[in-house]
């Protein structure tokens, strides 16, 4: 089965960076389409940025230019760099592994990871 492990998510004044990390096992290669997703308290899962088998990215208009998705294939890592960041970008992120096509509202052949949260102070 699909595992997938995010970290460094935390806590950060506005303006400030964070690194998100996850690790992927179970069968996951270079292959899938890896994703992000957040999540605040009382909103939908909304699609971040994704990085497709080819290694080309795309991001939500809300956080381009301010964020960079990437990926280790060597690693079975995938970060997302978080810059300039804003109270807005406050929510939990989460990693998601698409053994298809990169898409935005995955509803099959998708993997979840837990979640990391993050919180940006004003």
């Known amino acids: 089965q699909v595992q997938l492990v995010e970290s460094g998510g935390g806590s950060v004044q506005a303006g400030g960076s964070l690194r998100l990390s996850c690790v992927a096992s179970?069968?996951?290669?270079?292959?899938?389409?890896m994703m992000w997703f957040r999540q605040a308290p009382g909103k939908e899962r909304a699609g971040v940025a994704y990085?497709?088998?080819?290694?080309?990215?795309g991001y939500a208009d809300a956080v381009t230019g301010r964020f960079t998705i990437s990926k280790d294939n060597a690693k079975n890592t995938l970060y997302l760099q978080m810059n300039s960041l804003k109270p807005e970008d406050t929510a939990t992120y989460y990693c998601?592994?698409?053994?298809?096509?990169?898409?935005?509202?995955?509803?099959?052949?998708?993997?979840w990871g837990q979640g990391t949260r993050v919180t940006v102070s004003s």
């Open positions: 990085i497709d088998q080819h290694g080309n990215p």
């Open positions: 179970g069968g996951v290669d270079s292959t899938y389409c």
């Open positions: 998601a592994a698409l053994n298809f096509l990169c898409t935005w509202r995955p509803k099959d052949n998708v993997s």
